[in-house]
């Protein structure tokens, strides 16, 4: 059973403020991710971290930040919402070694700016 | 670069077999194909590292062709739990990343 939480399952939010998307797991693993993605379109990667304090960009650009300052927590925060960046966020962890790409997602944060 | 999958969608009925492909024009490393119900997250169903490897989940099984870059899923005698949209994810050798395909959307009908 995966072990890996979002918080907010569900976010409305007015332009121009600023927000983070939490997500934790308990597994231990090195890797974890955020993918963006509208309903029924395919995932886009746009952050990804190898472990702490490694962070790097997706193939989808965005204007979210993200930090890994604990193995379990990896949170992306967006400074300034605007509507363009409503979608549904899914943050995901991996191990290392052969099961690297057997990828354990969180039930997501759907986000809406109004 | 992003994988290409086929078909876009398909519809079956209980019972019936499907195929669902994933090629991509770059050499590949290893395939993972995942499954994703509406308005759940992806779960993952099997990785295949190796060319030619074919990998076995009850009635859901997958073979990987390194050299034709490309992999298949295969549904044998559907079942209604079937529906769902299949992503496959690939990875370039020491890309550390994978890229997800488009997705395929199978509905299963009684």
């Known amino acids: 059973e995966a072990d890996i939480y979002q918080t907010p399952r569900y976010l409305v939010i007015g332009t121009g403020k600023k927000i983070t998307l939490e997500c934790s797991q308990t597994?231990?693993?090195?890797?974890m991710y955020w993918y963006q993605q509208d309903p029924g379109m395919e995932l886009h990667l746009i952050h990804y971290?190898?472990?702490?304090?490694?962070?790097e960009k997706g193939d989808l650009s965005s204007e979210s930040t993200v930090s890994r300052i604990r193995t379990e927590h990896f949170p992306l925060t967006l400074e300034s919402a605007r509507p363009s960046h409503t979608s549904q966020y899914l943050c995901?962890?991996?191990?290392?070694?052969?099961?690297?790409?057997?990828?354990?997602f969180g039930p997501g944060t759907r986000l809406t700016v109004t | 670069q992003q994988p290409v999958q086929s078909p876009q969608a398909v519809i079956l009925r209980e019972g019936e077999d499907a195929v669902i492909n994933c090629s991509s024009s770059?050499?590949?490393?290893?395939v993972h194909w995942y499954r994703q119900k509406h308005g759940e997250a992806p779960v993952f169903l099997m990785i295949?590292?190796?060319?030619?490897e074919q990998k076995g989940h009850e009635k859901i099984s997958a073979s990987f062709n390194e050299k034709k870059q490309q992999s298949s899923l295969y549904l044998t005698a559907s079942q209604l739990s079937y529906s769902g949209t299949y992503f496959c994810?690939?990875?370039?050798?020491?890309?550390?990343?994978?890229?997800f395909g488009d997705g395929t959307t199978l509905t299963v009908k009684p």
């Open positions: 995901a962890s991996s191990d290392v070694g052969p099961r690297t790409y057997e990828q354990y």
């Open positions: 597994m231990g693993h090195d890797k």
């Open positions: 994810g690939t990875e370039i050798r020491y890309a550390g990343k994978s890229t």
């Open positions: 971290s190898y472990g702490v304090n490694s962070t």
């Open positions: 295949l590292l190796k060319g030619g």
């Open positions: 770059k050499a590949l490393y290893s």
